[in-house]
T-cell receptor
């Protein structure tokens, strides 16, 4: 079963606009990660945020984490066509374990 | 450093056959995890190997098995293939240090398995 639920399932925006994706999870975590996947290829690690962090930035990416609401959001600013991909949040199933539990993902389409 | 490599990239098998997939982790990484990705079930954890020992296991039938060699390379095997085993199989490598710390995982490009 999936730990994370992502919202929306699909998002289509114009190039240059910002894209926001949300992820909710069920159990307590010590970190949450976001991954990108292009057209059924491998996953690319985007950012990891720890449970004691509230916000983290990496280039055009901004991730927030609200442990009280068990939710996280990924914001991509000034979107580009190359950002078209599926985005997944993932949490370790057990503290310290390498087993990740993924959400169903958000399919993001950037229109030129 | 070279990334995670998986072979083969594509595979077509028929029901009842068995298949072996290979994953070579990033040099120095000792943990290899395997995931199955399907449109219906999404990404699901199969198992993780660390120093040649299975450390974690997902909820998959015994037809799915794996192993890890002394050089950290890993193989997974699926016996008696079923149509529902058609999926993208991804492996991920990490340093895998224990002690309550999570190590970033690096994913390979995947093996696309089609069962006819």
């Amino acid at each position: 079963s999936q730990q994370g639920e992502e919202d929306p399932q699909a998002l289509s925006i114009q190039e240059g606009e910002n894209a926001t994706m949300n992820c909710s999870y069920k159990t307590s975590i010590n970190n949450l990660q976001w991954y990108r996947q292009n057209s059924g290829r491998g996953l690319v690690h985007l950012i990891l945020i720890r449970s004691n962090e509230r916000e983290k930035h990496s280039g055009r990416l901004r991730v927030t984490l609200d442990t009280s609401k068990k939710s996280s959001s990924l914001l991509i600013t000034a979107s580009r066509a190359a950002d078209t991909a599926s985005y997944f949040c993932a949490t370790p199933a057990v503290q310290g374990a390498q087993k990740l539990v993924f959400g169903q993902g958000t399919r993001l389409t950037i229109n030129p | 450093k070279a990334g995670v490599t998986q072979t083969p990239r594509y595979l077509i098998k028929t029901r009842g056959q068995q298949v072996t997939l290979s994953c070579s982790p990033i040099s120095g990484h000792r943990s290899v995890s395997w995931y199955q990705q399907t449109p219906g079930q999404g990404l699901q954890f199969l198992f993780e190997y660390f120093s040649e020992t299975q450390r974690n296991k997902g909820n998959f039938p015994g037809r799915f098995s794996g192993r890890q060699f002394s050089n950290s390379r890993s193989e997974m095997n699926v016996s008696t293939l079923e149509l529902g085993d058609s999926a993208l199989y991804l492996c991920a490598s990490s340093l895998g240090a224990s002690g309550g710390f999570y190590n970033e995982q690096f994913f390979g490009p995947g093996t696309r398995l089609t069962v006819l």
